[in-house]
């Protein structure tokens, strides 16, 4: 949108918001206003300034993404992108005459109006379960076209007026091969929904290369934690998983392995069989972890992963087998690997 437009922002419609004394600081409020007819949110933060612009990432991701439903239709409409002038912490620090040590990269006020979304937490298990899938193709096939989003959470697979998932908050992405690409040392990801190759001290501190199956195996922590922890839209009393949001990444790389054998009971909110498919793909991705923490094996490539997480979650309705195919297919996607290593 080109064209000067008034909005009137109210703090007190806060939709989201997250305190920190170091980091983006996100904060989504209600607008109203009358140019667009649609519900708009405004997305407050405060951005590291050598990222590329959020609206930038995903402008790319739609022309790198023409003529592809599967991609167009699952990506968040971007209406307006501001950043606020002579708010950037470098000016800052300099104006108070601070020395920059280069530890912390300046940041900018950034305001981002774009449609009202919902998460799919608050969704029916059915379109639930269809707008995970919509955003898990979408992310892939946006992966493919070099834009990596490197931040998959429940806070981001969200679900718009239409019921399309959509995948949201690419604020923290990465474009492949583009030229003055940002480089920062800024840890990406949300600590329940980490690959757990990342909750490590290397991973933790950012000397391992984010790759694809990283996220998808996030898509897999995501969906468990959205079944066990919600109920007709709200969070259940106690809900379990806690120890997943410790704080602690070591902490929670132990919980999230012990779920293999410590899972919680499937929730009167959503099927047996979606219950099922969800710890056979953490199941995958346990297998998957332990195996590959004692041999060194090739890379696998991001298709393979793709496809083997779309095999593994439609799993039988008897968990016992369904849990059991899931460490079996990991063990074999390993074995292959391995072969592939050895032939080279």
């Known amino acids: 949108m080109d064209q000067p437009w008034p909005v009137h922002i109210d703090q007190t419609d806060t939709i989201h918001k997250r305190y920190s004394l170091r980091g983006r600081g996100t904060w989504v409020i209600k607008v109203r206003q ?28 739609r022309a790198r993404g023409e003529g592809q439903p599967e991609i167009l239709e699952h990506l968040p409409v971007i209406h307006s992108s501001v950043d606020i002038a002579n708010t950037s912490t470098s000016q800052i620090r ?20 774009s449609p009202r979304l919902s998460p799919i937490t ?3 298990p059915a379109p639930l379960w269809r707008n995970f899938w919509e955003c898990f193709r979408c992310h892939y096939l946006t992966w493919g076209l070099g834009v990596h989003h490197r931040d998959v959470s429940a806070n981001n697979i969200m679900c718009n007026k239409h019921g399309k998932g959509i995948m949201n908050d690419w604020d923290l992405a990465t474009i492949k091969d583009m030229p003055c690409m940002p480089l920062n040392a800024e840890r990406t990801g949300t600590m329940p929904f980490m690959a757990l190759e990342l909750l490590t001290d290397a991973g933790w501190n950012g000397r391992l290369e984010h790759r694809y199956r990283h996220d998808s195996e996030s898509f897999a ?10 109920k007709d839209g709200k969070e259940i009393p106690t809900p379990p998983l806690e120890n997943w949001n410790s704080g602690d990444y ?49 890379e696998p490539v991001d298709q393979e992963v793709y496809s083997r997480v779309l095999q593994l979650k439609e799993p039988p309705n008897d968990f016992n087998t369904g849990i059991e195919e899931g460490f079996l297919d990991a063990r074999r996607a390993v074995k292959r690997f391995s072969a592939r290593l050895s032939a080279l």
């Open 250 to 298: 070591e902490q929670c790389h132990n919980a999230k392995l012990a779920i293999g054998t410590a899972c919680p009971s499937p929730p009167s909110s959503c099927s047996t069989e979606h219950w099922n498919a969800a710890r056979t793909l953490v199941a995958y991705w346990i297998t998957f972890r332990t195996t590959c923490s004692d041999n060194k094996i090739e």
């Open 221 to 230: 922590w995501v969906l468990m934690w959205t079944l066990a922890r919600f």
């Open 34 to 61: 009358t140019l667009v007819d649609d519900e708009l949110v405004a997305k407050i933060s405060w951005p590291e300034e050598s990222r590329w612009n959020e609206a930038y990432i995903i402008e790319q991701a």
């Open 122 to 124: 608050k969704l029916d």
């Open 94 to 113: 300099r104006f108070f005459g601070l020395a920059d040590d280069g530890c912390q990269n300046s940041r900018v006020l950034r305001l981002l109006f």
